[in-house]
């Protein structure tokens, strides 16, 4: 398993890859920029030269990077769809240069319209963005949600359709945080299971290659997003000890997204992580 947490290129890009190693992580996420704003945003050659070198030198794969909250490729809304196609494209361009492994993107939200039109919107606008880029080892990821208001992606067939239909490079992220609020009970080893089967019969295993291991606030079924510190959630130690343990999900790459009340939370976070895992596999990580 890699292990990882989402660091903050607040100051530098360096900035994020130190992080990542002063926590003892194996893997990390960043944002290629303000996530909240279109505002496009360059990087600095020299600065990602240092990146890059920091990266091998700390052995920190894979990466992913997070998309701006803003894109919504599911919109039908002419003036979202161009502002989104363009965002999207500028990530996919900084994602290529930053050399990250994957770009994890939340499908978008139908804002109440037909949800079959919202998928083919969301596809057809990945291969418009995508047009002309060689995208050389990047391989988008598509995001599960926990399905608050129209937002696609809490359906994991409808996860399924929108990996294997573009003609792109393509695979999921699953988010433990959002299966739990979309209504996949991860707090015992059945309810883990019944997960992992779900996820088999629809996405298939062999394309998650990402977690995004965060415990839930919200409660089970309530289709809303709201990240809780790992073990103090709805999914609790028992889930994450099932879910780390697991022969589907024991070797795939866990970042965690959650919360940062105080100092020191993250480190925090990774260890209960590790020793969930080490308890039962006799072997760190
Ligand atoms: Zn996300
Ligand atoms: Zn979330």
Same mark, same amino acid.
């Given at each position: ?76 809304? +002419? ?89 792109? +490079? ?18 015992? +080893? ?18 998650? +290659? ?16 709201? /990240?809780? /510190? ?36 993250? /480190? ?18």
């Amino acid at each position: 398993m890699r292990l990882g947490v989402h660091t903050s290129i607040a100051g530098s890009l360096t900035h994020s890859v130190e992080s990542a190693n002063e926590l003892g992580c194996t893997s990390f996420q960043i944002f290629s920029a303000n996530p909240r704003n279109w505002r496009p945003s360059r990087i600095d050659p020299a600065q990602l030269r240092e990146f890059q070198r920091l990266r091998e030198v700390h052995d920190l794969y894979p990466l992913a990077i997070h998309c701006n909250y803003l894109i919504n490729l599911a919109s039908g809304d +002419p003036r979202v769809r161009t502002g989104s196609i363009t965002a999207f494209r500028g990530e996919l361009e900084r994602g290529i240069a930053i050399g990250a492994e994957y770009l994890v993107l939340h499908p978008g939200s139908a804002r109440g319209g037909d949800r079959k039109v919202a998928v083919q919107n969301v596809i057809d606008g990945l291969e418009e963005s995508a047009r002309g880029l060689p995208l050389g080892h990047l391989t988008i990821l598509i995001e599960n949600t926990a399905g608050q208001g129209s937002c696609l992606g809490c359906d994991l067939q409808e996860v399924a359709e929108l990996v294997r239909r573009p003609n792109l +490079p393509m695979a999921c992220c699953l988010d433990t945080a959002h299966s739990f609020a979309a209504g996949f009970d991860l707090s015992t +080893p059945q309810g883990v299971q019944t997960w992992t089967v779900a996820v088999e019969a629809t996405i298939g295993w062999d394309s998650v +290659p990402l977690i995004h291991a965060n415990d839930s606030r919200a409660p089970l079924g309530s289709r809303r997003d709201r /990240h809780e /510190h790992i073990g103090k959630g709805g999914i609790g130690r028992a889930g994450f000890r099932a879910l780390v343990n697991h022969e589907r999900l024991r070797d795939k790459a866990f970042i965690l997204e959650t919360p940062i009340d105080e100092d020191g939370d993250d /480190h925090r976070n990774l260890q209960v992580i590790r020793k969930l895992r080490t308890k039962h596999a006799g072997k760190a990580i």
